[in-house]
């Protein structure tokens, strides 16, 4: 990013990371769209994947490919210690206590419903109350939804405020109301880009005897992360969101609670002893990973951490978060522009209204021009029904985006806004 750029004045200081070296490491970014370079915007939907992680995967196949967890030879005992390696690099990425409180899984939406069936199916019962907030992800309330209905629980909410952040008043005043058993928080909206101080939180949800679940699908990609830190019992996340391959993520939960919940899924791995009408269970994390699970792409996890760790994650992240800034004043400096959201501190999933031009027609304008939007609802309706509108466009970005590439959607903005007959 150029030092020069008048919203982003530490720029200089970062000039030792270079995110068009960076993008290099990334064969998708190197295509053109229709003539036009590939501008990827898109990145809180998934990220693009290095080759560093690509390799690992093709490596995995075809040198070690092997079930885990169950044979003696040489392949599956060299694909259980690869698997089990990841398993520590995810703790150390989250600073967990110990690999035994990390379950993987398919990603974050597998995550909450593991804690949804095994913790909350089995101790929530009739009238206790899950406390959640306005800006989830869906996979962030119908778990919670079907859960309650199942125990005879209630949800509450607490309302998103003008600028986007939390209502922190509703959030003591529905712990205060007594019976909230678990609240369940997004860190880092993927709409408004929110950062939510998940830390308070939790310490006043624990004060009122509620557990604390943490859907970090956007945040432990970028931003620095502990659960130690946040002191919350749950943490889900994403691998794919942040430069893994797809169908793996991680479900932190705290070592004695994962020892009391029941088993999600049942069958092969995640058994002592089996009988034909009762079984007893394996030791945790293997108790909540019945099946062959996704080896190959925990294995392209691990390469995603350490390809991350490398490039430093403060250093990831103090540069988003200069582009990010510098994105939501581009956009906000567009006539006919409203960008959502404008909390203290916040990440890269900047959304955002065009006058007169739906979501859809200008993401499809966008894409002739080789710019990767999304536009909808982005799996937060509740959400844009306390926006007032239907859908959004958004532009979510990563570190190897660059600030000619908000110019090019600026740019590309205007002109959509002209074309749909709005322009100057
Ligand atoms: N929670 C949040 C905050 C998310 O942003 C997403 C995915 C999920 C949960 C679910 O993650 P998954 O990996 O299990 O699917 N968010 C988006 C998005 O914003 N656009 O596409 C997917």
Redesign the pocket.
């Known amino acids: 990013m150029d030092a020069c750029c008048p919203v982003c004045p530490s720029a200089a200081r970062r000039s030792s990371f270079d995110p068009r070296a960076v993008r290099r490491d990334f064969p998708v970014l190197q295509q053109t769209v229709r003539g036009r370079p590939l501008t990827y915007l898109?990145n809180?939907?998934?990220t693009q994947k290095p080759s560093e992680v690509i390799q690992a995967v093709c490596q995995y196949y075809g040198t070690c490919n092997a079930n885990v967890h169950r044979a003696f030879h040489f392949l599956a005992e060299e694909a259980t210690r690869r698997y089990e390696e990841v398993r520590k690099s995810a703790a150390a990425w989250i600073g967990a206590g110990s690999p035994r409180e990390i379950v993987f899984?398919?990603?974050?939406?597998?995550?909450?419903n593991l804690v949804a069936h095994a913790w909350a199916r089995k101790f929530l019962k009739p009238g206790d109350a899950i406390l959640l907030t306005e800006m989830?992800?869906?996979?962030?309330l119908i778990p919670w939804q079907l859960a309650a209905k199942a125990a005879g629980a209630s949800l509450r909410f607490v309302p998103v405020l003008p600028d986007g952040t939390l209502d922190l008043d509703a959030f003591a005043a529905h712990l205060a109301a007594g019976g909230v058993r678990l609240a369940a928080v997004?860190?880092?909206?993927?709409?408004l880009g929110t950062v939510n101080p998940v830390r308070d939180l939790a310490a006043a949800a624990h004060k009122a005897g509620a557990l604390v679940l943490v859907?970090?699908?956007?945040?432990v990609a970028h931003m620095p992360v502990s659960v130690r830190d946040l002191g919350c019992d749950f943490l889900?996340?994403?691998?794919?969101?942040m430069c893994g391959p797809?169908g793996i993520?991680v479900l932190y939960a705290r070592a004695d609670l994962l020892e009391t919940m029941d088993p999600f899924l049942g069958g092969g791995e995640m058994i002592d002893r089996v009988g034909l009408e009762e079984s007893t269970w394996a030791e945790i994390p293997h108790k909540f990973e019945a099946g062959t699970p996704n080896v190959s792409s925990a294995i392209g996890l691990g390469a995603a951490f350490d390809y991350l760790n490398r490039l430093g994650r403060d250093t990831l992240a103090a540069y988003e978060r200069d582009l990010t800034r510098h994105a939501v004043a581009a956009l906000r400096a567009l006539p006919g522009v409203r960008v959502y959201g404008d909390a203290p501190e916040r990440g890269g999933?900047v959304s955002f209204a065009v006058d007169g031009v739906h979501p859809h027609d200008l993401a499809q304008f966008l894409d002739g021009d080789g710019i990767a939007i999304?536009a909808g609802h982005?799996?937060?309706q509740p959400l844009m029904r306390r926006l007032g509108v239907p859908a959004v466009n958004?532009a979510?970005l990563a570190f190897y985006n660059l600030e000619e590439e908000v110019a090019r959607l600026a740019d590309a903005v205007v002109r959509a806004r002209a074309y749909f007959g709005h322009g100057p």
């Not at 899984?105 to 909450?112: I, L």
């Not at 997004?186 to 709409?191: D, E, I």
């Not at 859907?215 to 945040?219: E, K």
């Not at 889900?236 to 969101?241: I, L, Q, R």
């Open positions: 898109d809180a939907a998934t899984t398919r990603g974050t939406t597998e995550g909450v989830e992800h869906h996979s962030n997004t860190q880092m909206s993927n709409v859907d970090g699908a956007q945040s889900a996340f994403s691998g794919h969101k797809t993520g999933a999304r982005l799996c937060c958004r979510s």
